[in-house]
């Protein structure tokens, strides 16, 4: 018997269908093992030795791959063709060797389309474990370890309210924090567009103005109103005529097929997805074997899958379409054995596969290949120059036509930047004509700052400066997202402060190890290791010798100590300078005491040293200026007629909140949101600072119902019981009978709403296959799919925004399938633990 492993239980049942009967076909379901999350399990000291652990929840499967091992004749180790497939692989092996349990024979074979004639293709050529793409894992695997386990904790220790340091991360994170301050910095410059209406044998165009008084003009050339008119003036007197009329051909070839980062690029700027989410399901279309491997650097396809291309275009087209010759891509990968073939269709036959996001994205898959193969655009491009009489006023009017669209039939590449305007079509024009002139407008506009990064524009910046590699980019953004140091508006990513403070905290104490090129030549150094041309340990060793003497230097510096050197680190952003020259540094409420960072228990803000007697604070991510405001301290809105205590208003670390007195004993109630700040005043706080309020007694137990403010929102209470109320005015107002019935309700759905009078979060549509509409709820745990029938959890891995019609009814059938047995037969369970008693035994014998 011949034992297959590869990683995923779908590909597994794939490819043993492929294989015959002789196979035996097993997943690891991904990796099996990793460095344990505490200190020691990289040891320096001893060549860098690695200290593995098994996954605990891959148990279960380490042992059916050990149980099978066992009886095998040969292991043929069939995970994905780059360097993490090769590592799994080793892992795999690995395992089996520690448990006794290799067969006499192992080899590797790499495949990268589920297919069975690519993977029959693959088994007879079967190859060793290639030992460079190990020692490059382990070398990644160890530098990410000690990174991390040696830089956090001196986050942690010297910068409250940080979370993590990694080597590729940090560096990411400070490409955006630099596009935030490019932004801050930025300083907008006015200036004007002066364009004519023109028309020329009934077809209307624009000119723009490139000539005044003589002189040519370019874009920020009119910088204010008085000369925009004057020139606007100039071409309504003006009679022009056409001086010369260019016109130039013009070619554009298809681009290459996707890579992994130009994957992640397009289907972010043309399909709004997540490069996680993008990654997420083209692996799902690799394992249904509709596209090739999706982790490659290559641009290259195979040259039968070229000659099907060409016949598909062909078919579709016409012979006009197709090239003389094929379109042959070199790929610009640094490191060869992770530069396999692009990403394209199994089938150039099939146009379509799946549905929903899946369907998205293979026909973006599909066109951006097939147009890869197909004839170039051609183009007219043409520019016309126009001058007043008196040559002093210039225009011109550019366009351009398409003679033969060629690939751009297909498909047309995105872009992160704004369109060329200037590609319009014109009217036929030659040398003496005289366009009517219609209107002729005057226009302010304004330079604007660098924008942020979209997840395409920041995976191209990445790859552009040569850190981290495309197989890591999903998981490098995923970081930052759930870090928080980073927040994503109208897809664009925000530098939050968290994110500012530790890139702050990096380049002043670690500049080296963020610097954009120290990051790309580590990178180059492991790419020699995958290549076989430099030794992983003395990488790891080259890296370590100065890093940690850093790290110890910087942990035994005092927080203070570190908190005045990032004071003055960050002074322009914390505290620019004033426009009227005066000291921006000066505290706006005491006007005595200067401001400076300060660190806390939850982390830094800006204080002033004339505490305590001046209260002033400000967060950290509220940089100084005009109009500088911040928290003064507490705000005295009066005292508490009963107690004759004070009453003042606070601003704490979740938001803004009412105190009644001082000290441990002092009462606290936080201001909710929904509460008018325009109307809150004594009252207002008062009647929170009385919470719970008693609405009455149950007619029937006879205990009391109260009302409330907890941390989920205002509720009723009675009996251990609750009901949820939808409004902070309701918690004042909500009477008797209205709460008698409020918690039946509650009580009647299992202390939620009744099932069924919730609103749904969306209707997706109906099942495709049962024709039960399909909804998406809000649940307890978590949002979920239902159709009426079967509730179904979205899995962590997918975005509710993003589900489709299609995921959601497989998410249904995948937990009808596996739903419980009927009652009945529930009781016939205890008979299977029977033999349970024999699985020490079996335990023992295995590992043993």
């Known amino acids: 018997m011949q034992l297959v492993i590869v990683e995923s239980p779908a590909k597994a049942k794939t490819i043993e269908k492929y294989l015959g009967s002789d196979y035996r076909v097993l997943a690891s379901y991904g990796h099996v093992r990793d460095l344990p999350a505490k200190d020691g399990s990289v040891d320096p000291d001893d060549g860098f030795a690695m200290e593995w652990e098994n ?13 099978e091992a066992k009886k ?9 063709p780059d360097r993490e497939g090769e590592a799994i692989s080793w892992h795999v092996l690995e395992v089996l060797r520690n448990r006794k349990a290799v067969p006499k024979e192992v080899e590797r074979v790499t495949f ?18 290639d030992t460079d793409l190990i020692d490059a894992y382990r070398a990644r695997r160890a530098l990410d370890y000690l990174v991390g386990f040696t830089l956090s904790p001196v986050l942690w220790r010297k910068l409250p309210g940080a979370k993590s340091a990694g080597r590729v991360q940090s560096v990411a994170l400070r490409i955006i924090v630099d596009r935030e301050r490019e932004i801050e910095a930025f300083r907008a410059q006015e200036y004007w567009s002066v364009t004519a209406d023109m028309e020329q044998d009934g077809t209307p165009f624009t000119a723009r103005l490139v000539t005044f008084e003589g002189r040519k003009l ?38 290459p097929p996707f890579t992994t980062s130009t994957l992640q690029q397009e ?11 993008t990654m997420r399901i083209a692996q799902g279309l690799y394992e249904d074997g509709a596209i090739t491997y999706m982790r490659t650097d290559g641009v290259q396809m195979d040259s039968s899958a070229i000659s099907a291309a060409r016949k598909a275009i062909a078919d579709r087209y016409d012979a006009g379409y197709v090239p003389d010759k094929p379109r042959l891509y070199q790929t610009k990968a640094k490191n060869a054995q992770e530069a396999h073939e692009a990403i394209r269709p199994t089938d150039f036959g099939k146009d379509k596969m799946g549905g929903g996001d899946h369907a998205r994205l293979y026909d973006l898959i599909f066109k951006r290949a097939l147009a890869s193969q197909m004839a170039s655009a051609r183009m007219e491009r043409t520019s016309v120059e126009l001058a007043d009489g008196s040559g002093q006023t210039g225009l011109r009017a550019t366009g351009q036509v398409v003679l033969f669209p060629g690939y751009l039939a297909l498909y047309e590449e995105g872009s992160d930047d704004s369109q060329d305007e200037d590609a319009r079509r014109l009217p036929r024009l030659r040398e003496g004509d005289a366009p009517a002139k219609k209107a002729v407008n005057a226009e302010q506009h304004f330079t604007q700052p660098p924008p942020r990064f979209s997840e395409a524009s920041l995976v191209k910046r990445l790859e552009e400066l040569g850190i981290g590699r495309p197989s890591t980019y999903a998981s490098i953004i995923k970081t930052l997202k759930d870090r928080a140091y980073v927040r994503v508006e109208k897809n664009r990513f925000f530098a939050e402060e968290s994110g500012r403070l530790v890139t702050a905290f990096l380049e002043r104490f670690f500049e080296k190890y963020v610097g954009y090129d120290f990051t790309a030549g580590l990178e180059d150094e492991l790419d020699e290791v995958s290549g076989g041309r430099a030794e992983w340990q003395a990488v790891l060793e080259s890296f370590w010798k100065d890093f940690k003497p850093r790290t110890t230097e910087v942990m035994e510096q005092k927080p203070s100590e570190v908190t005045a050197e990032l004071d003055k680190f960050l002074e322009p952003y914390l505290f620019p300078a004033k426009a009227d020259g ?23 803000f800006v204080a002033c040293s004339n505490y305590p007697d001046c ?12 109009g500088d405001t911040g928290d003064t301290g507490p705000e005295v809105m009066g005292q508490d007629s009963e107690t004759g205590l004070e009453v003042t208003k606070r601003s704490g670390r979740f938001g803004p909140y009412v105190q009644l007195g001082e000290g441990k004993e002092a009462k606290r109630a936080s201001i909710p949101k929904d509460v008018p700040g325009e109307d809150f005043g004594l009252d207002w706080a008062l009647k929170l600072l009385s919470l719970p309020r008693t609405v009455g007694i149950h007619p029937e137990s006879g205990n009391p119902i109260t009302a409330s403010i907890g941390r989920y929102g205002p509720y009723l209470a009675h009996d251990g019981k609750y009901a949820r109320l939808t409004s902070t005015a309701e918690v004042f107002e909500t009477g008797m009978n209205a709460a008698v019935v409020k918690l039946a309700e509650a009580a009647a759905g299992g202390g939620r709403p009744q099932r069924g009078s919730r609103e749904p979060l969306k209707i997706l549509g109906k099942h495709p296959r049962t024709e039960a509409e399909i909804k998406l709820m809000e649940g307890r745990f978590g949002p979920y799919v239902t159709d009426g029938v079967t509730n179904a959890t979205l899995p962590k891995s997918v975005e509710k925004d993003q589900l489709t019609l299609e995921e959601a009814a497989q998410l249904i059938d995948a937990r009808a399938a596996a739903a419980p047995a009927a009652k009945g037969k529930k009781k016939a369970a205890p008979k299977k633990k029977a033999p349970a008693k024999k699985a020490p035994a079996k335990k023992a014998k295995a590992t043993a």
């Not at 095998?72 to 994905?80: F, V, Y």
């Not at 289907?267 to 989410?277: C, E, I, N, V």
């Not at 921006?584 to 830094?604: I, S, V, W």
């Open 55 to 67: 996954y605990a929840d891959k148990a279960k499967q380490l042992k059916a791959i050990t149980d």
């Open 72 to 80: 095998a004749d040969r292991l043929i180790l069939a995970t994905d």
């Open 112 to 129: 990268n389309a589920i297919t069975k004639a690519t993977v029959t293709e693959a088994m007879k050529h079967p190859r060793q474990l």
């Open 218 to 255: 370019d874009r920020l050339s009119i910088g204010e109103e008085g000369t925009a008119l004057r020139a606007k003036k100039a071409v309504e007197e003006g009679r022009f005529s056409v001086q010369t009329v260019e016109v130039k051909p013009a070619t554009r070839n298809p681009p």
């Open 267 to 277: 289907a972010s700027r043309k399909l709004g997805f997540s490069a996680d989410h």
């Open 582 to 604: 005066g000291d921006p540094r000066l505290c706006p409420n005491c006007g005595l005491g200067q401001l400076a960072l300060r660190g806390g228990k939850f982390g830094a």
């Open 615 to 626: 209260k002033y604070t400000r967060r950290f991510g509220q940089p100084g200026g005009e």
